[in-house]
C-alpha cells in the first residue's frame, strides 16, 4: 500500500479488507454455491452483499434511529432545490435531478457500505456528465439538419439528451460491477488526496462560470475543445451588455439572504428566502414582463422505466469509464475518510458494486450518474 499518499490510521482501515488476502473471482464463487447447505455460509454471503443487514442487525438502537430520520428529513428538503438545480447543470430537465435524490440513496441503502455517505447529485459529475451530454446532443442536431434537413423541437432535443444520460449512466454502472467482481477497491489507494482536491477545486471554478449565465440573465455561446474556460470566458464578455437587470438584482438578493443566514444563524430568514422570492416571481409575472427565466410546471410522479439505447454504447465507452472511476473515486474518499474518523472496516470492493447497481438500476428510470457529496455527508452527521 502506498502510506504515502494516506495517514498511518487510514491505511491500517484499508489493511482489513487488503485484496491481496481477498479470494480469487473462481473461489468466492465455488464457496457461494455451497452456501445452499451451509446456513453460516449463506448468511454471511447475504451479509457481504448487503452490508446494511450487517449493520443494523449488530449495532443500531434506537438513538440511531431518530437521529437518522432527523438526518434524513433535512436531506429531503435539502434535495428538492439542489436537485433540480443540478438536473439543469447536467443539461436534462430539473426533474431528473429530482429522481437523481430520490432513487440513487434508496439503491445505496441496500448495498452500500458507508454509515454516513449522502449519495445524489453532485456539481463535479453533473458538469462532467453535461459535457458529454450537450456535445453529443449538438452532433447529433447538426446531423439531422444536414441529412434530413430537418430541426429538432425543444422536446425532441431533450429526449435525446434523456437517452444519451440513460446510456451513460448504465454503462458506467456496468464498469463499475465489473471492477468490483474482480476485486479492484484496492485502486483507491493509488490516488492521492491532493489530486482528488485539486481536481474537485478546478471543477469548482468550471461549475461557478457556468452559472454566470443564469445569475445575470444572458446567453453566451458554449465553448467547445481545449482551453474551454478562457473560450467560455471570451463568449461571456461579448454578450455582457445583453445583462437582464432584474434577473441580476435577485441573484444579488438571493445571494445577500444565503450569507447573512449562515453568518448569523437566522433561520427564519433561511427557510423564508425561497418563500419570498417564488412570491415576488409569481405576484410580479417576472417571467412574461422583465424576461426572468423560470423553471416552469415540475411534472409529478415518477418516470416509466425506459431502456437504454444500445447504439449509443461504443460511442460512450470511454466517457463512461471516465465517469465510473470518478465517481467511485470521489465517494469513496469520502466513505474512507468517515470510516477513519468512526473507527468502522470499509469494504471497498463492495462499494464498487454498489455504485455499480445504484446506476445500472437508476438509469433505467431517467436518473443520470449520482455520487457521495461532502457537503450533503458533512450535514447529515453533523
Known sequence: MPSEFMSSEEVTLLR???PSKSKSVLSRIRSYSKCSINRQCFAAAVTSFFPT???????????????????GTTMGIFNVPQGMAYGILTGLSPVNGLYVSFYCPLIYFLFGVSRHLAVGTFAVICLLLSNTIVSMSEEHELLQTRMLNHTRSLTENLNYRVEVSIALTFLAGIFQLVFGIFRLGFLLSYMPTPMLRGFTCACGFYVALSQLDAILGIRSARAQGYGQFVKKLINFFSVIKEINLVTLSISIGSIFFLVVSKELT???VDNLQLVIAGLISYVGDLNQ??????IGVIPYGLPAPSVPNWGLFLELIPHALQLGFLSYAISSSITKHYATEYHYPVNFNQEWIAFG??????????CFAGAGSLARTAICVD
Open 357 to 366: 447497481l445504484m446506476n445500472v438500476i437508476c438509469a433505467p428510470l431517467n
Open 16 to 18: 482489513k479488507v487488503d
Open 289 to 294: 414582463t422583465q424576461g426572468v427565466k423560470i
Open 53 to 71: 443487514i450487517a449493520f443494523l442487525n449488530n449495532n443500531y438502537s434506537l438513538r440511531a434511529f431518530s437521529s437518522d430520520v432527523i438526518a
Open 266 to 268: 437566522l433561520k427564519l
